[in-house]
């Protein structure tokens, strides 16, 4: 017994972020505006924050199946206007958006199920006159009603963020993959075998894309996406120095701590 004490592997250290930045990760927003008001003042109000810089990193996602995608997007293009401590990835649902106004078939009629109607909706189309429309018909809905400016903002948004030891991504990413390797397909829309993989990473990978009732703590990986769009939950994970909690619209005391 003693023998095995003194040979054994030593627990592996929690990943860190720079000391002088406390980051606050954003799950799928899914035009939930006013979850996400809720959720951004809580993180101005975080007393743990002291005077660090907070860096804030939404994981994709802002639009589809809430009834406030224009919202959301004009709040997050705001924040990332004033600040480049604010961070926005790309998610599954805006390369749907992107495709689809580009005229892309398949994405018109994945982006109808996923909860384009309602983004639409938001930017101010009459549903009467969406139901009216086929899939081209979608595409000048498109064309029509959603800024260019809100185009350009998504097209542009990046599929990783490195932070420290760890790394954000919307879904997920590929096992054995280099991290300057990865695809967009899959860090925008992986599933298994990222979900399935318990083999450490090249950094400690925080996603999104996949929906659990709270969020998914794994040895090599934490999921926030808690389903805002019908659960009202939307989490922010926050990350300072080597430890971790979590922000939630969902609670009343507005925060609950979570093993390491």
Same mark, same amino acid.
């Given at each position: ?21 406390? $980051? ?55 924040? @990332?206007?004033?600040?480049?401590? /604010? ?22 009629? /994945? ?26 018909? $979608? ?29 954000? $991504?919307?879904?997920?990413? @590929? ?34 894309? &996949?929906? &659990?009732?709270?969020?998914?703590? @794994? ?15 939307? &989490? ?12 939630? &619209? ?11």
């Amino acid at each position: 017994m003693v023998f095995s004490k003194l040979f054994r592997r030593p627990a592996t250290p929690a990943p860190r972020i720079p000391d002088d930045i406390v $980051v606050y990760a954003i799950g799928d927003v899914h035009g939930r505006l006013d979850c996400l008001d809720d959720l951004l003042g809580q993180i101005d109000a975080d007393p743990a924050r002291g005077g660090r810089r907070p860096v804030l990193v939404f994981l994709g996602d802002l639009i589809d199946r809430g009834p406030e995608s224009r919202g959301v997007v004009d709040r997050v293009m705001a924040m @990332r206007a004033a600040s480049v401590d /604010v961070h926005c990835l790309c998610g599954n649902h805006e390369e749907l958006l992107l495709s689809a106004a580009e005229g892309a078939r398949q994405a018109l009629g /994945v982006f109808a199920r996923a909860g384009g109607k309602e983004t639409l909706l938001s930017y101010g189309v009459d549903e009467a006159a969406y139901e009216r429309e086929d899939l081209k018909g $979608v595409q000048r809905l498109i064309a029509g009603h959603v800024p260019a400016a809100h185009l350009d903002f998504l097209r542009g948004l990046p599929d990783q963020l490195v932070v420290g030891e760890y790394v954000f $991504v919307h879904a997920g990413i @590929r096992p054995g993959v280099p991290l300057d390797a990865q695809k967009s397909s899959d860090l925008r829309w992986i599933r298994s075998p990222f979900l399935d993989h318990v083999g450490r990473y090249e950094r400690f990978v925080v996603h999104g894309h &996949t929906v &659990t009732q709270d969020p998914d703590i @794994r040895a090599n990986r934490i999921g926030i996406d808690t389903g805002a769009y019908r659960s009202g939950r939307l &989490t922010a994970l926050v990350l300072d120095g080597d430890t971790r909690r979590f922000l939630s &619209t969902a609670l009343s005391a507005g925060n609950y701590a979570a093993a390491a």
